[in-house]
């Protein structure tokens, strides 16, 4: 795969720029999470402090393909900038690329009218808001979003949204200052995947009760967080329904493919920092007369990794690479194979490193035992593994029927 030479040097920019501002300030920034005791739900300084040096440094907003709003990057070229993005799992917001706001934005570009733009995206590209999105719900299997019960009714001259949403990420973060809902416009349509539509919420609409956060695993993911959200009688004008009733599984459909690439490529990042903790704790201890790292269990567990990550980015870049030559309808199965393929490899690796060392693996010192969390919800996050398997394999079937 050839890039751009100005691919090749945004992605050299970024590099040095996390090992110039990001990799050091690493424990800064847990740090300064910890210091706010009970009252997590905070901006982080340091992250806002890098935001100013990454925009001086014009890496800003690189998930955009859009050369006017963004960078003008194609998939496969921004693919390998969110694994090295990946390698801290908080850096991502620092260049202004980090969920649910890159999938919003990139709805917004696509489908938003100039007034839902200038009211909701020009915000959120300057880094001055944050946002959520408010899909899944607890009464129902949201694995199928045909399911969804919440309601978008038309009233007179506005909708009337109700229903209950969980794992709402971003909600719970102060900056958050609207929700894109997804909701039930025409249940009645003999066309299942035209009863849905998107509508835009702004946060502190009346009927919005944040009825509490979700923790994952014990860890809270302040101060992003996940949230349990009510709307309740929420009365939202008409000029806030994106593209149009009955529109909202296909913008669905068109705001995940991307978000796909990003969290997978993000995951293999992880996966390389899980692998080099791995290593460098084997080759510092010894068990039983030697290095544990000379142990032969030791060196197939590293010999496994290397090959899992290279070929899960393979997987991934011919996917991305796909994405743009042929579009996300076309390189389907490719996203279905790195949404199954990239948490479970980086599970292993983690638990691995988890394994190598010991006991420490399972405090918070190392932070794999967050990173672990985190892998294990992404099976979960954009359609579970069942989901994208059962996928791939009536793919696989049509070949021979």
Not at 12 to 35: A, C, G, S, W
Not at 175 to 180: A, K, L, T
Not at 248 to 259: H, K, M, S
């Amino acid at each position: 795969m050839t890039i751009s030479a100005k691919a090749q040097q945004t992605t050299d920019r970024l590099n040095t720029f996390m090992e110039k501002n990001v990799y050091p300030n690493n424990d800064t920034y847990h740090k300064q999470i910890e210091d706010f005791g009970n009252d997590r739900w905070q901006v982080v300084p340091i992250v806002e402090d890098l935001k100013k040096e990454a925009k001086k440094e014009d890496l800003w907003n690189l998930f955009l393909p859009d050369s006017d709003l963004g960078h003008g990057l194609s998939n496969a070229e921004y693919a390998p900038m969110c694994e090295i993005m990946g390698r801290a799992m908080w850096s991502a917001e620092v260049f202004n690329c980090s969920a649910p706001d890159t999938g919003n934005m990139e709805v917004l570009v696509r489908y938003g009218t100039d007034e839902q733009k200038d009211k909701y995206l020009k915000p959120l590209l300057n880094g001055e808001i944050r946002s959520a999105f408010a899909m899944t719900e607890p009464a129902v299997a949201s694995s199928d979003a045909t399911n969804i019960e919440s309601e978008i009714k038309k009233e007179g001259n506005q909708y009337v949204l109700n229903g209950t949403k969980w794992w709402t990420s971003g909600a719970m973060d102060p900056r958050c200052q609207f929700y894109i809902f997804m909701g039930k416009t025409d249940p009645e349509n003999e066309n299942i995947h035209k009863q849905q539509s998107m509508i835009l919420v702004d946060k502190d609409t009346p009927g919005i009760k944040i009825k509490r956060h979700l923790p994952v695993f014990g860890f809270d993911d302040a101060p992003h967080g996940h949230a349990e959200v009510e709307f309740k009688d929420v009365k939202v004008p008409p000029e806030n329904m994106l593209l149009g009733e009955g529109r909202g599984f296909e913008i669905a459909q068109g705001r995940l493919g991307p978000g796909r690439i990003h969290h997978c490529m993000r995951t293999i990042g992880l996966a390389e920092v899980a692998l080099e903790a791995m290593c460098k704790r084997l080759m510092s201890r010894k068990a039983f007369g030697k290095e544990v790292v000379r142990h032969s269990v030791w060196q197939e567990r590293i010999a496994d990794a290397r090959i899992n990550i290279e070929m899960t980015r393979l997987l991934t870049l011919k996917a991305a690479s796909m994405m743009d030559e042929v579009g996300n309808k076309v390189a389907k199965n490719e996203i279905a194979m790195i949404k199954v393929a990239a948490p479970n490899m980086a599970l292993k690796i983690i638990d691995d490193a988890i394994q190598a060392f010991g006991g420490a693996g399972v405090t918070t010192d190392p932070r794999l035992a967050q990173a672990y969390a985190g892998m294990r919800t992404l099976r979960l996050a954009d359609g579970p593994d069942e989901v994208h398997r059962l996928s791939i394999a009536r793919n696989e079937l049509k070949k021979y029927l």
